[in-house]
Every structure is written in structure tokens, then in C-alpha cells.
């Protein structure tokens, strides 16, 4: 399938394409981090327990990682444009919906809605771009494309935070609305129109199935694993069937189905399968950074969600000034450089990170923070570039939602590694006790506290509030060997978790280093760069 775009050539309308597809998935970005912050406030909201407010994160998890597959084949069937507009739609009525919830019920099955509006139009941005910009001018494309994908993760934390400090957050949902409308609004008048095929591709119904079955069954697992473990019986199941379901999937697409869903072929490319092991590397390190830091930041240092996400923005800005100059310099020199660069950078700084300490000053963290954005800025939309740049013309929109969903599974799957690895240093008793005090947010506001330290509080009468108040009937004697005790307590808990994030710190770091020896096999300076036309040659010789 080909689109109009060679029909009204010209800077203008490539730019437009370019701004109407970063304002429409800007929204669907935001709201992948925008909603943690306003978790335990949505809890009281609704006086749910903790397994079941969980599904408010978990069912969008799942709605988007399954419907992701499935982008490319439905755009190919009816039309890019009709279809990542409709993913718009979708996902601005789920807002609507999330905003009005007046059960936990209804705000579920509408954040299901949100994710399958989400899991329709993000893979199809790019397919845009690739088909506006000429070859020597998609890297840049990309690059300025990325400034969404790294930056609105990074404000997410501070509006979310904000309107949470401001009791308004119904408002985490209904800020989607303006910016959805707006985004819809832009693509229905400056998307190019798409051709009218010779001949719609049939659909795959195994294909459906299976990769359903497999991404879905996956994706829930490791919502499981946090509060259940690897070793659980129901974790495992789930995973096994995710197994059997990917492993069915593989078999169908090529083997059994005659126009599979994906074409997983594209792995025949050595480019494209270098850039996506890479690029799973990327995304871990990316959301794996934003994972780990807002729980040092608020669960050992007793920061609010504003001033955690205002201590990531540096993360963000950096990653968001230096992608576009990535992308310029994709075009002319390849990945190779790029991405030996930037994981040269993220080791060094993964390293740094990995020697943290329970009173690290918030200053040297900003300025690692910034470092790691510089390094992912260099690497993410690269490797995402590489990987479609590698792909057939024709391909682009079912690449894009093979990365794109893959990425997904991978990201998900390296969070749930890491977060084992981060309480695997924890003791029975203080794992207890976290779970506790995690347990006890239903109806009310719980005044900040940090394990480490809490602002503007000392040392020595750092302890929960909860605790303090039963304190205080006690005589001041046993009030004050009480408190002593408690303080013990708090102290070991602070220094096993500081231990755990040393661990997965040093994990990401061994990762990153396999990462950056195989950007050796990736292609450009100083070896001989022929951009996406050579790519694209060695492209339709392997994917057949």
C-alpha cells in the first residue's frame, strides 16, 4: 500500500505530517506515567484494596500490548489514517470516560479502552513520517519524533503530582481531551490520505489469537510477579501460557498463515534484528530508570510525586534536546557511532548510579539524571530508526508495530527483572513491614516519609507518623526507647534497599554492555553509509 504524499511534495506539508503525529501521541505517552502518581489517591478515591486498584494500571498494560500487533494489519486493511485516527478518538472518548468514572469498575474497563485507543495509533506515527520524508531526511524525522516518546514520560510525573497536590485528578484524564481533539483535529486535515488498494490483505485469525493469547498472557504475568514472585504457581502458569502462546504464534506466521499478521521474516535482516536487541536494551534502561528513581526518591528520601518528577525532568530535557541531533546525524553517518557513543555514556553513568547512597545529594543525582538522558537520546530513536530503515517501503506501518510491540513485552518483562532484583536484598522483616505501610493507604492521607530521610525533618524523630502518634500516651522513658527502636528498624530498611538499588544498577550495567558490543554490527562511519536505500536493498533480499 503507497500513500498520495508524492503528490503534494514540499517542506511544508512534511512538517505538518511531523507536528500533527508528535501532538497526537504526545497525549498517548503522557499517560503511560502520568497516572502512577495519582495510584494510592484513585485507592481512596474508590476504597479499593491494593489487588484490585492494581487493575487500573495492569488492564491498560495489557489492552495496549495486545492491540499494538495487530496496528499495522488493521492499517493496511483500512487505511493508516483511518485507523490512527480512530485510535485517537477512541482514546480521548476512554478519557472522558476514565475522568466520569463513578466506580472502579467503570474506571477500569475505560482505562481498557484508553489502551487499545493507544495500542491502534502509536505504531502508525512513524509509518507517517516514513512515508512524507524523503530517505536522506527520515533519521532527522525520527529524531524530532523522539522528543515525545523521551520527554513526555518525563513531565508525566510533574502534572500528574501536581494536579494530585491540587485534589484535581480527575484531571490526569480529562487533560487528554483538549490535546486529543486537538491531535484528531490536526490529522484529519494534514495526514496524507492513503491510496486505495489493489488488493486488502486477508485477515490472520490464528495470527490474532495467538499473539493475543502470548503478549497478553505475558504482559499479565509480570503484573503478577511483584506481589507473587518468579516461583509462584499462578505467575508461572501464566507465563507458560504466554510461552505457548508466542511460541504458536511464531509456528503460525511462518509456517501456516498465507499473509501473517507481522512479518516476522524482517528478523532474517541482520540490521533489523541487531537494532531491535539493542533497542530492548534501550527501553529498559529508559523506563527502568524511570521505574527505580521515583521509588528511591519517594520511598527512601520522602519526596512528594511533584518534586520526584521535577527531579527526572533533567532526564527528559536532555534525552528531548539531544534526539533531534541524533537523528540529523543518522542521516549522514549511520548508527554505529551513535550508539557506541551513547552506551559508552549510559555505562559510565549506569556505573555512577550503581554507587548511590542513602544520602547522595539531589544535585549529583539531576546531573546523572541528565547524563542518562543525553545517552538514551543518542540511542533510543536511533536504534527505532535503524530497525524501520531496514525494512521495505511497503513494510513500514507492520515493522513499526512488530518493534513497537515487541519493545512492549520487553519492557515490561526487564521492569518486573528489576524490581525483583531491588527487593531481592531485602530481609523478611522489612519486606513485612513495607507491605504493611504500603496496605495501609485507603482512606486517608498519609503525611510523607522517607526511609533514608524525610525533608525538613532530623534524624532522630524521622519515624512514621503513625508511629509517632502512638508514642505519644507512653512515658517519656519508654517513649524513648520506643522510638529508638523504631528508628533501628527504619534504618536497617533504609540500608537493604539502598543495597538493592546498587544491585540493579549493576545489572543494567552489564546489560548495556552486551548492548554496546553488538553496535559494532550495526552499520555507518567509519564503515561506508548508503542510508535507508542500501538498507532497504539488503532489506527485500532477506525478508523473503
Not at 494489519?73 to 468514572?101: E, Q
Request: with cysteine.
Amino acid at each position: 500500500m503507497t500513500s498520495t504524499t508524492t503528490s503534494r511534495p514540499g517542506l511544508e506539508h512534511k512538517w505538518k505530517v511531523l507536528i500533527s503525529v508528535v501532538f497526537g501521541l504526545f497525549m498517548i505517552i503522557l499517560d503511560t506515567t502520568v497516572i502512577n502518581v495519582a495510584f494510592q489517591t484513585l485507592r481512596r478515591e474508590y476504597q479499593a484494596s491494593l489487588t484490585d486498584s492494581q487493575w487500573i494500571i495492569s488492564v491498560y498494560v495489557l489492552a495496549l500490548g495486545i492491540t499494538t500487533p495487530l496496528s499495522g494489519f488493521l492499517a493496511d486493511r483500512f487505511g493508516t489514517k483511518r485507523i490512527y485516527i480512530a485510535g485517537l478518538v477512541l482514546f480521548v472518548l476512554a478519557s472522558l470516560s476514565c475522568g466520569l468514572a463513578p466506580s472502579l469498575t467503570v474506571l477500569i474497563i475505560a482505562r481498557a479502552i484508553q489502551g487499545i485507543g493507544g495500542g491502534l495509533a502509536q505504531p502508525l506515527g512513524p509509518a507517517f513520517i516514513y512515508r512524507t520524508f524523503p530517505p536522506k531526511e527520515q533519521g532527522t524525522a525520527l529524531g524530532f519524533f523522539g522528543i515525545a516518546l523521551v520527554l513526555a514520560p518525563a513531565l508525566g510525573p510533574i502534572l500528574g503530582g501536581w494536579l494530585v497536590d491540587l485534589d484535581l485528578w480527575r484531571w490526569i484524564f480529562y487533560i487528554n481531551i483538549p490535546i486529543g481533539v486537538v491531535g484528531s483535529i490536526l490529522a484529519t486535515n494534514w495526514l496524507p490520505k492513503d491510496s486505495i488498494a489493489d488488493k486488502k490483505p486477508k485477515a490472520d485469525p490464528l495470527g490474532i489469537i495467538a499473539t493475543s493469547i502470548g503478549f497478553g498472557s505475558v504482559l499479565y504475568a509480570t503484573t503478577l510477579v511483584g506481589d507473587n514472585g518468579w516461583t509462584n504457581s499462578t505467575v508461572l502458569t501464566w507465563f507458560a501460557i504466554g510461552a505457548v502462546g508466542i511460541i504458536s504464534w511464531i509456528i503460525i506466521e511462518l509456517f501456516v498463515a498465507p499473509e501473517p499478521m507481522l512479518d516476522l521474516r524482517l528478523f532474517r535482516v541482520p540490521t533489523f534484528t541487531m537494532a531491535n536487541l539493542i533497542g530492548y536494551v534501550t527501553v529498559v534502561a529508559l523506563f527502568g530508570a524511570e521505574f527505580l528513581m521515583p521509588v528511591y526518591l519517594q520511598a527512601l528520601r520522602g519526596y512528594s510525586a511533584f518534586d520526584t518528577g521535577l527531579t527526572l525532568l533533567p532526564l527528559g530535557i536532555a534525552a528531548g534536546i539531544t534526539t533531534p541531533f541524533a537523528g540529523r546525524l543518522f542521516d549522514k553517518i549511520g548508527p554505529r557511532v551513535l550508539i557506541m557513543l551513547g552506551f559508552g555514556i549510559l555505562l559510565i553513568n549506569t556505573w555512577q548510579l550503581s554507587q548511590i547512597q542513602a544520602l547522595t545529594p539531589i544535585g549529583n543525582i539531576m546531573w546523572l539524571l541528565a547524563l542518562r538522558g543525553v545517552a538514551l537520546g543518542l540511542t533510543v530513536q536511533t536504534t527505532f530508526a535503524t530497525a524501520l530503515s531496514s525494512a521495505p517501503q511497503q513494510k513500514i506501518a507492520r515493522a513499526s508495530s512488530l518493534v513497537n510491540g515487541t519493545r512492549f513485552v520487553v519492557q515490561s518483562i526487564g521492569v518486573a527483572i528489576l524490581a525483583t532484583v531491588l527487593t531481592s536484598s531485602l530481609s523478611a522483616g522489612v519486606k513485612e513491614q513495607q507491605n504493611k505501610a504500603q496496605e495501609t493507604i485507603t482512606t486517608t492521607k498519609v503525611a510523607r516519609f522517607g526511609l533514608c530521610e524525610t525533608p525538613g525533618v532530623a534524624d532522630a524523630d524521622n519515624i512514621p507518623a503513625a508511629a509517632a502518634e502512638k508514642l505519644k500516651p507512653l512515658p517519656a522513658t519508654m517513649a524513648t526507647a520506643a522510638k529508638a527502636k523504631i528508628r533501628a528498624q527504619i534504618q536497617e530498611a533504609c540500608d537493604e534497599n539502598v543495597i538493592g538499588f546498587k544491585n540493579t544498577y549493576t545489572l543494567t550495567f552489564w546489560v548495556a554492555l552486551v548492548a554496546m558490543l553488538l553496535g559494532l554490527l550495526l552499520p555507518g562511519w567509519p564503515g561506508k553509509w548508503g542510508g535507508r536505500t542500501e538498507m532497504q536493498r539488503q532489506a527485500s533480499g532477506g525478508s523473503h
